[in-house]
């Protein structure tokens, strides 16, 4: 049998109540109304002493202390009178106030509390004495001060007293005129959080004190009954237990049932309305920073717990404090997630308060109904489905979709709001009768003072009692109103379950399973990729990404995953287990033959509310009735208005041995627990040791809750020195992972295995790191200026340098100058053509300071916060490999740094700070595009040099040239190039990375032709540099013939000399200078083998483009005409075993040979010889003489080479190419032209060629403009 000591059994563990302790006499509250110096602030010193706070202590609790729970007095007395003691007179309103809270420990594990606030008369004289002499001070000390201008905030009320718009009128106490009340609080502490059960608990018991009549029993009774003979309900039963005036029922649910909850979401819809609660709740499954800020501990609390349950089945991980006390304001210094609720008095102003994260940070001011969202936070997949249907379950229950507006004939449920928009938590709520209107009325309120006057001593309260219509009115219809609550309750959160585990259908699918045991895998299992992340997001619809890749790297996510793979070896987690039994009900549902109008609706949401209805008035079990106990004659005293000293000898179970013989009998109906509390189920199969690792591992992780029974300044200074080891750790972790995965991304390019990085995925690391970087230079700040700290102390810096040094040459490229279309001076241009041609001494250098970037970020115009300078500004660095060496140029002004940081910050724990800027240096390994591809819309400068070549002078040309450069994005269409100029600089949006360039001219003059080696392309703000190499002819009668050439561009990777530019280009060899006259270029005779390999590789690149995500794929054009593309690999195929090779030396170009096919396709089109051939091959040939005819047509400035390049992109894009080349092998001219040895002349070469490019056909080729050059076909 279980005894009613035993932990998990009991209803509730403590009893505690708080106020004032006579003994200490009025204490101020040291932490109420004090800067962080300790000082008195201007602000505290104008109040009266009324009005100030006063320490509240622990007056008593029963038991003394509980082994599973033991008693934590300071956090309890805190958190049950947050504010401290507040003092009354008996002319001002005196209502009771009912708040709950949460202790959470350093393993994660929760206690619930609940307070009930009343005021009570002080009959202590000394405490009397106290408060006139304090009014006596206060009095003098404002004689002493000439004007009320010190006090500006004495000329309005505050918020807890009278109309706001009536002038403040100073509170006085007088000791032999007024009588003094304080506020005191009565508590259950219990294990589970039933919370209406014990606010109705409590509110009874304060009614029982309350009335001039004495209770049927003393107070002892009913506070014993709950403490040792109310057991806790099974899972998925009922409890009924009585009360001081009446019967308390508290439901549990089962273990296939959502986690108990007994708060009303109702009101947070109504505080905040729909579209707020949703973003809100973006904001906690993205594990963002989030502040509630509110006059009413009720509503924090409310806020708090609800956001927390309709996260189910996740949890939050992180910092999670409803009620933050005064003693833990600096926690909103904490550089982790948190969600805190921070209680104002009403004379605070917002723009006052120094929140250090506001890039990331989700500012929820209830009171005004107001939320103010993190920047750039990604919306929750179908946002808008989600609003309807919320709203179609809000409006059917008569809940109002506008925040701050209550609905006609319901409550508000617990939460008072005045009409100035000031909250209050009264107990006693119901619904809007005539007996509140009655009450509330001015008029009755008159005719009742008079008839007082008269002798009739009755009131509305008391009328009404004796009445038990009204009364049982009141009382059904408060049942109904709690009744729709908890079916609302269970409806929304079906709703909110339903679209995660849509979003998430089919996750069990990418959990990677281990290999190992328990043990090796929870000491490995931060080496290891517990999740197929790239596989999942693959596998998601594009709309999702934005918000799926942040969410899947979230704590709570990989908390999930976790265990999942723990049920490998123990009990599955009871919330993965509700989990993963809605996903299948959703699959079955919809795999289903039953037609659903939306099926990503809930199917569920009416089974759920008639399941509540149908247990609402079911109860399971009785509780013990409370009983008289083994009390001395004398003792259990009732004074009305007077909560009664409890005696201990009769309110500790152990010293009165539970000998009660109704606690006996009732003894063999206590129940066993059925399963064990704790938020960690998974991990408690485990051995002690590997137990208290998880926990001592889970603290060095995050710092889990402030602990708040030791707040002095060593435990202070450990906290934040905590939190620069947890920001080193996660630095540490954020570089490598982005390391490793780009790693991984570009050894695909090298052919060592597959991507694991996405560009969303990419996209979603930087921006993780970009919130990591703005909450290290969060931490620590002495005072908050904008939203952005980094941009912030940017700015700063930027200002101090710019007052050292004003140079003007400081902004030669920045791009807020100017760029047009300019040649070089003559001289210039002689002395550049006179020196040795290094490419790269042709560029100007470019200033790579932290100031320079900054000026280009600041000319970008889409760019409007701080926060977004911020991001842009670390994007550009990352790109230009400069972060840490920027970060490093930022730091060491230490002049600068003191200025703004405490001696505690990070940025000034210099052993870290070089650790820090050590792991941003391993991002220099590999190559970010983060600020090219996400700023699409930015002008960007860009400077062009032009290399000629030096032999045949071929230098200069008297035509008219123009260039058409392309990147992944767009293309610049024709510029004219002036004559004469080899360089010159040009804006354009964003062209992306760049792909193409095609140059030439129009062949006029009396030297038009040209030779140009190469050209290079520089972006002025990411300073790439991208190399077009040529080495081909421009003109009439020499080379093709061509007048014009399409360059496929290659970023250069770092300076390299002279000669490895020559060498490194992704032209095609064959599409440089073969045949200048009167020289012989060497050239590479590949082997059959070879070429066959090579079209394969080819082709399989072109597969593989169109098997990745259409944002990642990059430019198709490289694949198809750059080195070792498609056009060159079907070059080596038409040039190999050629016959008249030996005697037209290098002079043969493939289009000669395309062009001898064409004569002879349309001779045979002509005569019968060519009808016999089948319909297909008719088409077939048809079609390439279609294409050559109008390439030939096209453009006389084209050469054969551009011709046979253009000729192939047009058979790729329309599937052609695998139907010309058996007719092209099946010519005469094939025959006579190439050696029997030949690529085309041998069968099965001629048949892997047909069938590889077959594979071609199910992929849409679209071909860029810079490839069409303008033909329309």
Known sequence: MSEPGQAGTRFADYFVVCGLDVASGLEPDQLQGKNEEGEETAHNLQLTPLERSYNSKVLAHYPDNVAWNPFDESAVGMLCLPKGLSFRTENEKRETRFHSFIITREDGSRTYGTSFTFYEKVVDKQICEAMQTLFAMHKAELSNRQSRTVFPLMDRTPPEIGDENERYVPRTYDITSDVLYVTKSICLITPLPFIQACKKFLAQLYEAISSPSQPPLPVESYVYNVLYEVPLPPPGRSLQFNGAKGSVTCHRPGANELPLFDFHIREMFTLLGVDSVLQLWTCALL?????????????????????????????????????????????????????????????????????????????????????????????????????????????????????????????????????????????????????????????????????????????????????????????????????????????????????????????????????????????????????????????????????????????????????????????????????????????????????????????????????????????????????????????????????????????????????????????????????????????????????????????????????????????????????????????????????????GSEAVELGHGETSLRGMEENTLIASLCDLLERIWSHGLQTKQGKSALWSHLMAYQEMEETRDRSPESSALSPGTDYNLRPPSPMMDRRRRSKSPDPISLLPAMKQTVVQDMRSIQSMKEIKTDVGFARTWVRLSIEKKMLSAHLKELLADQELLKSRYKRYAFLRSEEEREQFLYHLLSLNAVDYFCFTNCFTATVIPYRVVIVPSRKFNASTTTANPWMCLAGEMSDTGMIQLPKGALEMTFEHKNLGLLTTLRIGHDNSGLMPKWMVEYILVRNEVTGHTYKFQCGRWLGKGVDDGSLERLLVGELLRKPVDTEELLKKCRTPPGSRSRSPVGIDIPKIRLALPQIQEMVGDAVNNIVKHFYKPEKERGSLTLLLCGENGLVESLEQVFLYGFKSSRLFRNKFFVWDFIGKVFTYFQSIDNDEEGAKDSVQVRQSRKSLCRLVEKINAHSTSMGKDEKFKLLVCLGARDHLLDQWIPLIVATPVTLSMYEETSFLRDQAMVQFLVSILQSLKEFNILLESSIMSGLDV
């Not at 969202?373 to 997949?381: G, S, V, Y």
């Not at 008839?451 to 001593?457: F, I, K, W």
């Not at 009141?474 to 339903?498: S, T, Y």
Request: hydrophobic share 35%.
């Open 287 to 743: 594990e963002k920073h989030i502040l509630l800020y509110s006059q009413d501990y009720h509503r924090l609390m409310l806020l708090a717990e609800s956001l927390s349950v309709l996260l189910f089945p996740f949890s939050w991980q992180h910092v999670y404090v409803p009620i933050l006390p005064a003693s833990l304001l600096h926690f909103l210094d904490a550089p982790v997630p948190y969600i805190m609720g921070l209680h104002h008095s009403g004379r605070d102003d917002r723009s006052q308060l120094q929140l250090p994260h506001e890039a990331s940070l989700c500012f929820v001011d209830i009171d005004k109904h107001t939320v103010e969202l993190p920047e750039d936070l990604p919306q929750f997949p179908k946002k808008l489905d989600v609003l309807q249907e919320i709203s179609e379950i809000l409006v059917r229950s008569n809940v109002p979709l506008e925040p701050g507006m209550n609905p006609p004939s319901r409550s508000d449920s617990g939460c008072h709001l005045s009409d100035d928009g000031r909250t209050g938590s009264p107990a006693h709520t119901s619904t809007l009768s005539k007996r509140d209107i009655l009450e509330s009325s001015e008029a009755i309120a008159k005719i009742t003072a008079i008839a007082q006057r008269m002798g009739v001593s009755h009131t509305i309260s008391d009328i009404a009692k004796s009445l038990p219509e009204i009364a049982g009115f009141e009382k059904k219809a408060k049942v109904d109103q709690d009744l729709e609550d908890m079916k609302l309750n269970a409806a929304l959160r079906e709703i909110f379950l339903h679209r995660i585990a849509s979003l998430l259908l089919g996750y069990e699918s990418f959990v990677i399973q281990p290999n190992g045991d328990l043990e090796s895998w929870f000491s490995n299992r931060e080496q290891m990729t517990n999740f197929d992340k790239a596989a999942f997001l693959s596998d998601q619809p594009d709309v999702y990404l934005p918000f799926l890749s942040p969410f899947i790297e979230t704590q709570m996510f990989a908390t999930l995953v976790d265990n999942k793979i723990m049920a490998n070896w123990e009990p599955i987690d009871d919330n993965l287990k509700i989990f993963d039994a809605k996903i299948e009900n959703i699959k079955s549902s919809r795999n289903s033959h039953i037609r659903m109008s939306n099926p990503d609706r809930s199917i569920m949401v009416e089974i759920q509310e008639r399941a509540i209805t149908e247990k609402w008035n079911k109860v399971d079990h009785m509780a013990v009735h409370p009983h008289l106990l083994s009390m001395k004659i004398g003792q259990g005293r009732h004074e009305p208005g007077f909560f009664p000293e409890l005696q201990p000898d009769v309110m500790c179970y152990e010293s009165s041995g539970g000998n009660n013989r109704y606690t006996r009998r009732n003894m063999r109906q206590q129940w066993r627990r059925k399963e064990r509390m704790t938020q960690h189920s998974q991990h408690l199969a485990m051995s002690t040791d590997q137990r208290e690792k998880y926990i001592q591992e889970a603290r060095s992780k995050l710092l889990r809750q402030p602990k708040l029974s030791d707040m002095s300044p060593a435990v202070i200074a450990q906290t934040n020195w905590k939190f620069v080891e947890g920001l080193l750790k996660e630095c540490k972790v954020k570089t490598k992972r982005m390391l490793v995965e780009k790693m």
